[in-house]
């Protein structure tokens, strides 16, 4: 079956089309975005502002068409966190609902980081033994750890790179700014590290979404162009020594490196600073890059879903 998978995330509004049935990877049939940044559209109480409301109801109008135009028979919806934590959370999206008719799910971020996980282990598999899986977001951190197809641990934690971008902007952004996150990123990894660290180290430790692929790109991985089953890691020593001189960049500077868009230049930093403490607390040489995230975990699920018949 054809199905549209509409992801609002803090950074980007993403359909994805895809041709999918039980026992096939699904295949990517058509591709639709535009960057909304609505964690940049939050007012001082923490809502949704009118201008970011609009600019998420016109999106889904348009992805509503798209999908039809390209033959979905179903089209799943869903919200992670900027609109899970805004204060009109609920206001914005029945708006939503009553303009285009499209029903947004709000996801919580252990089901964020548990379908995360579940995209991960189906693209690796078994051989990968103990699998640990992060994913920098624009406004979160998932963190998900086990050895079945479900994690042990799945957590979320506020460390996305737009969330940690306005903070240091709103601090001066200089030297000592960029200081203080540091450590502030570092306490709130270590204060839950314990859990994902009791079950032993990692046999196999991943990493995923648009913030890994670039730093990733930027320490000399290869282009998305060469196709996903090309092998890619993003090693925690070159990274470490990378982030002083992308400290010293401009945001056009930051926008020319390979991988990394002008609608997301000013994450880089804080995405690294995440990315390097992640590496450093959990003492991972390297994250291997995996093509496979939230959208496919809620494909795959569905499609588990459809393949349950009711017992006789």
């Known amino acids: 079956m054809r199905l549209g998978v509409l992801d609002i995330g803090s950074n980007t509004g993403h359909l994805l089309v895809v041709d999918a049935h039980g026992g096939a990877a699904p295949l990517p049939a058509f591709s639709y975005k535009e960057p909304l940044r609505l964690a940049e559209h939050l007012d001082d ?5 009118d201008k970011g409301v609009d600019a998420l109801t016109r999106f889904v109008g348009d992805a509503l068409v798209v999908a039809g135009d390209k033959g979905c028979e179903e089209m799943l919806g869903f919200a992670t966190s900027a609109v899970r934590d805004a204060t009109n959370s609920d ?9 285009t008719g499209v029903d947004i799910e709000v996801l919580p971020g252990e089901d964020e980081a548990r379908l995360t996980f579940l995209a991960v282990r189906r693209w ?16 979160s951190l998932e963190i998900a750890v086990g050895s079945d197809e479900a994690p042990d641990v799945a957590q979320s934690l506020p460390l996305g790179a737009g969330r940690l971008s306005r903070e240091l902007l709103a601090q001066g952004g200089d030297e000592d700014a960029v200081r203080a ?43 998305s162009g060469e196709g996903p089953l090309v092998r890619r890691v993003l090693p925690a020593r070159e990274l470490a020594g990378l982030i002083p001189s ?31 403490a992640v590496m450093d607390i959990f003492d991972l ?16 699920e569905r499609l588990d879903q459809m393949s349950v018949r009711p017992a006789r």
Do not use: N, Y
């Open 181 to 223: 996150l540091r450590l502030k990123i570092r306490a709130d990894l270590a204060r839950d590290a314990g859990s994902v660290l009791r079950g032993g180290g990692p046999d196999h430790a991943v990493a995923t979404s648009k913030t890994f692929r670039s730093l990733a790109r930027i320490t000399g991985a290869a282009p």
């Open 91 to 99: 206001a914005v999206l029945d708006h939503v609902k009553q303009e």
């Open 124 to 139: 690796f598999g078994w051989s990968s033994g103990r699998l640990a899986v992060f994913d920098i977001g624009g406004g």
């Open 246 to 276: 992308l400290m010293a960049m401009t945001p056009e500077e930051l926008a020319d490196l390979p991988g990394v868009s002008p609608s997301r230049s000013h994450q880089v930093v804080a995405g690294a600073l995440v990315a390097d």
């Open 45 to 49: 109480s923490g809502a949704v502002s």
């Open 285 to 300: 040489p390297e994250l291997e890059i995996c093509p496979w995230a939230l959208r496919e975990g809620i494909i795959l």
